[in-house]
Each structure stands twice: as structure tokens, then as C-alpha cells.
């Protein structure tokens, strides 16, 4: 079920867009403004709103660890804010000045996209807040953008109604013509990697003024080639479809229409969920919470609304399959023995989530053996038999299946994605960026390069160097959540 929470009427124009941070809600508008709100409670942070625009602002996005907030305007600029002052951090001016209608973060905040009214592209390095290359696509208007959940590419869409692939030097991967009639709207991808068959693959969703969302496997081989597949067409709206966004956990999809309705879809089956019928005018913008059960939808009626999702989990929604329910229950499991994170656990914690999950027969083992959270989330099928001295092939890899779920039960408990190792999946304590552009645990990362042939762990493809940097701004976000808790 989805109850609507609250209506946020501060701003006094259309609302253009809307994004989450773990702990913000940005809001952005035709008026010239950005709000920001604590998604506490939804009150207002004492320095909004932002006013540093001179014309209307199209779109809003945080950074990966919610430290800076970049906007974009009619001006021809991108505000990067800080989100501890509200004060600007630095003012990006787009070749040519033309208006800029779309920006994006890369997953690590590595780089910042911006897209602009006569189609050109600015890619910029974020640490040092310069232009890094330059890309256009003649004779429209981008309007969209979103990157891989890699990092390493992103997807633009423009009022030609193609979508187009990029890597980090600006070259035109794919293009994928006359995907929406007169235009697309809004594009973003899923948060899932998937590989098949020495494939990368991605989900990727977009609508337009077709009235049309659609839902699109974007995949990369080995060799560097790329394709796009249609998977589902998504037709629960009778008007052009403004605004799309996946939920955190990818299961998932929202979007927002010219009809005044927002739709929520089960982003893997494709089927609707539900339909809500709360704004006045067209619904222009929507935002899952990274960390919450959470959405929010903009409107031209200059409102914003918050919606819960009423099982407490996102991707989680009553009309989803038994299973996914399921996982949402063991989840909630977790918080009766830490504070989230599986690595603080005691022996007596990993003693009482043996006995939940059935493996009672095997406490006095763990407990002889000292393992708590941080040796649990290490064990192999090896450490099983040769330590542990479980003979029983089915009980160790019982074990290691539990283990698995949950170590992914952390994404859904509340710790925000981008805080945990993509190897390891736990809470990172000495981050580091590879030249994959992702972060790591640097312990992690150094045992993956010297064991898989210097492989990238996210999307399998060679890393053009072993050079690892540290990533000071994460690691010092993770302390600040840390200390939160």
C-alpha cells in the first residue's frame, strides 16, 4: 500500500525536479529557488531555500555522499551547493552559455554531466571543478541524462527522441534512434549489474511524449561493443510521461504524467502497482529515497508530495512477488542484533541469527570458534570444512547461502548503498577509488586486483591501471553516518 504523508507547498512556481540524499530532500523550480528539507520530518534546513539563480532552475542532484547539491538553470550555469552551509561551493558555466536543462552525479561523484538546450554536453571533473571534454548532438535539446551504475558510461535523451550512449571521454557508444515519438523526457538506470555470457548489463528506464514508459537492457561485451534491447513497454498513463525514477533497490519504477497521475510499476515483471491521483497538474518530477520507504513527485500545481510505502521497505510493495516480502521480514530480523551493520556483530549475535534462521546445531560450534560478524561475513566453504570441521556438503553451503542473504539484507536495513564495498558489501572503513571510478574497501580492492588478473569487480572489464586513490570526502561521510547511529 502507498499513503501519501505530506504536501510540501513552499515553492511558488513549478516544480522542475526533485532528488534525495540519505538524509535531504531537494526540490527545485520555475521560481528560481531550491528547498531543501530534513526527511525527518520534513521541515525546512534553516538555509533554505537556495537562491543563487537567475532564471529558473530545471534540475537538481546530490552527490554520492550527500555532501553537495548541483543545480542547473536557464542561466547556463551549474551551482554546486554545500549541503552543511547552503553556501556555493562553485558556479560551472556550460560552453556557450546556452540554457542547461539536465545535470547528473557519476555514482562516486567522480564527474558531473550537464546538458543543455542546443544539445551540447559538458563532462566535468568534480574534485577539481573543471571541464573535462565536450560532446553534442546537433539540432535538439538534451533533456536527460543518468550514468551507468558503474560509473564508466552514461545515457543522454533528447527531444529527438534518441537515446545515446557515452563513455568518460565522450565517445558515442550507441545510439538508439526514435526511441520515443516527439521526444524523450526523462531517462534513468536501475541500480542492478547484471552479467551474462561476458556481457555487463544494466536496466534502464525512460519515457516521453509518447505517453510511453519504457524499461531497456543496456549491455557492454568485452570488447567494448553495445547494444540496447527493448523488455517492456509501459502504458498505464494517457498523457506524455514527464519524470521516471527506479527505487533503490531496483524492483521499482515510478513515474509522473501530463494526466496529473503517478504510476508505480513492478520494474522487473513490468506490471502496475498502483495509481495515485493526489496532484492538480502535470506531474513533473519524482525521487525514490535512497534510504527510506520513501518517494516524492513534483508538480506543476507547485506542490511536492511524499509517499510511504507501507511494508517499510523500498522495492517492497504489497502487490510484489511472496518472495521479495519475505526477504524484507529477514531484514528487519538484523536490527535486533546491531546497529546494521553484521561486521560489530558479538558471538552471542551470530549466535542468536543462527537460531533464527534454523541452524541452531551449529551455535556451540561458532561459539567454540569465537566467530563473530566480522569472521561470519569472511567464511568460505573451505574455513567450513577444514575449520569448523562441518563434514555436511548441503549444511556448509546452507550456511554460506544465508550468509549471502545477509550480507544483502545490509542495503535494505538502511545503511546507504554507496557507504558499503561493492566486494565485500560491508561498511567501508578506508575507502579508495580505482580506475574503474568505483570506490572500495582498500583492503578489498588490492586482494581483488592481485587474484583476478586486474579485472574491474563491477563491470569485468580490464582496469587501465592498479593505482588507488583515496577517497578522503566518503570516508569522512561514513564517519559522520557512523556517529549518527
Known amino acids: 500500500m502507498v499513503s501519501l504523508i505530506c504536501t510540501l507547498q513552499d515553492h511558488c512556481d513549478d516544480v522542475n525536479w526533485c532528488a534525495f540524499s540519505p538524509t535531504l530532500l531537494a526540490t527545485c523550480s520555475a521560481d528560481k529557488t531550491l528547498r531543501i528539507y530534513n526527511t525527518r520530518d520534513f521541515s525546512e534546513v534553516p538555509y533554505s531555500p537556495l537562491s543563487g539563480h537567475g532564471y529558473g532552475v530545471h534540475c537538481c542532484c546530490f552527490s554520492a555522499c550527500g555532501q553537495y547539491l548541483a543545480s542547473c538553470s536557464t542561466d547556463g550555469s551549474t551551482v554546486v551547493w554545500s549541503t552543511d552551509t547552503g553556501e556555493i561551493e562553485a558556479v560551472l558555466e556550460h560552453p556557450g552559455r546556452n540554457p542547461v536543462r539536465v545535470c547528473a552525479f557519476s555514482p562516486n561523484s567522480s564527474h558531473l554531466v550537464s546538458g543543455a538546450s542546443d544539445g551540447t554536453l559538458?563532462?566535468?571533473?568534480?574534485?577539481?571543478k573543471t571541464l573535462h571534454r565536450t560532446g553534442a548532438v546537433n539540432d535538439t535539446t538534451m533533456v536527460a541524462c543518468s550514468f551507468t551504475p558503474c560509473g564508466q558510461m552514461f545515457v543522454t535523451g533528447s527531444t529527438y527522441g534518441d537515446l545515446r550512449l557515452w563513455d568518460l571521454d565522450m565517445n558515442q557508444l550507441h545510439a538508439e534512434k526514435n526511441t520515443h515519438d516527439l521526444g524523450v523526457t526523462c531517462c534513468c538506470f536501475g541500480p542492478n549489474i547484471l552479467s551474462d555470457s561476458g556481457r555487463?548489463?544494466?536496466?534502464?528506464?525512460?519515457?516521453?511524449?509518447?505517453?510511453?514508459?519504457?524499461?531497456?537492457?543496456?549491455?557492454?561485451s568485452n570488447t567494448g561493443s553495445c547494444k540496447m534491447q527493448l523488455l517492456h513497454t509501459l502504458t498505464g498513463q494517457s498523457a506524455p510521461v514527464l519524470s521516471c525514477a527506479f527505487s533503490a533497490d531496483g524492483q521499482l519504477l515510478v513515474s509522473g504524467s501530463v494526466d496529473k497521475t503517478v504510476t508505480v510499476y513492478d520494474a522487473s515483471q513490468g506490471t502496475l502497482l498502483y495509481t495515485l491521483n493526489q496532484h492538480e497538474r502535470y506531474v513533473t518530477a519524482c525521487a525514490f529515497s535512497p534510504s527510506t520507504p520513501l518517494f516524492a513527485t513534483g508538480s506543476m500545481d507547485k506542490t511536492v508530495n511524499i509517499w510511504r510505502l507501507e511494508d517499510g521497505h523500498s522495492g517492497h510493495g504489497k502487490s510484489l512477488p511472496v518472495e521479495t516480502a519475505t526477504l524484507s521480514c529477514e531484514g528487519r530480523k538484523l536490527l535486533c542484533h546491531s546497529r546494521l551493520l553484521v561486521s560489530d556483530w558479538s558471538e552471542e549475535d551470530v549466535g542468536a541469527w543462527l537460531c533464527e534462521e534454523g541452524l541452531q546445531a551449529l551455535v556451540e560450534n561458532f561459539k567454540a570458534n569465537n566467530i563473530d560478524g566480522a569472521e561470519l561475513v569472511s567464511l568460505t566453504k573451505e574455513t567450513l570444512a577444514s575449520e569448523l570441521n562441518i563434514e555436511s556438503v548441503g549444511l556448509r553451503s546452507k550456511v554460506l547461502r544465508k550468509v549471502e542473504e545477509l550480507k544483502a539484507g545490509c542495503v535494505c536495513t538502511g545503511v546507504p548503498d554507496e557507504y558499503l564495498c561493492p566486494i565485500t558489501r560491508e561498511l567501508m572503513k578506508d575507502p579508495v577509488i580505482a580506475a574503474d571510478g568505483y570506490s572500495y574497501e582498500r583492503e578489498a580492492i588490492e586482494s581483488w586486483i592481485a587474484t583476478k588478473n586486474r579485472s574491474s569487480p563491477m563491470t569485468n572489464l580490464p582496469l587501465q591501471t592498479t593505482l588507488l586513490t583515496p577517497n578522503r570526502t566518503l570516508k569522512m561521510a561514513i564517519g559522520r553516518w557512523r556517529t549518527s547511529q
Do not use: P
Open 122 to 128: 559538458g563532462l566535468w571533473d568534480f574534485h577539481t
Open 200 to 220: 555487463v548489463q544494466f536496466r534502464l528506464a525512460s519515457c516521453g511524449q509518447d505517453s510511453t514508459l519504457k524499461i531497456w537492457t543496456v549491455s557492454r
